[in-house]
């Protein structure tokens, strides 16, 4: 039976494999060139892990140290660039190649938040934005508003996964069975939110003026 560690480092590579392939397809939508795909690929895969090792001073950060992580996210954004010239992907694709990201790293940054720091709060903050940044980038360098700033449920799904860990661990339960149910958690919230197109209240005003973006807008 593989050891825990090996497994974390398993999924935590799918989660960049899958999240390339989210950055690559996005880089397709704008139609940029290959150097353009690759380049929104890798940062979307390595994007949320590298704020999170930066803002723990954790060491160096992940994918210096080991550039498997930097190879495998390169080799999927070329795949993708590839199989999308033969193969069509619809806007769903994306979404759910990022929902099975944001699961993956949403869990994964909390363990690793949670070893470093022992504290909850800073833990689930830190797999909130591991698994978000990545897409956050995505978003912008593609010039799309980030999908954490729409009404849609995006960083709710990973704050629940990420509290859901919190609270399986401090069951003494082992690290697999947390990621697994953190996982879980996540990708169920986001696919339904997805499926059933679920999302949170937005802000509106009867005020002409603030519906209308301020005095003297046009």
Known sequence: MMETSAIIYVLDLFGVAVFAVSGSLAAGKKRMDILGVVVLGVVTALGGGTLRDVLLDSGPVFWINNTVYLLVAAVFSLLTFFAARIITFHRPALLVFDAFGLAIFTSIGAAIALNITNSPGVAILM??????????IRDILSAEIPLILRKEIYATAALCGAFVYIMIDRLDLSSITCLIVSMTVTL????AAIRW???LPVLTSNDDDFSQGGPGAA
């Open 197 to 199: 197109r679920f999302s």
């Open 188 to 191: 169920l919230i986001r696919l």
């Open 127 to 136: 797999g909130v934005m591991t698994g978000t940044a990545g897409g956050v």
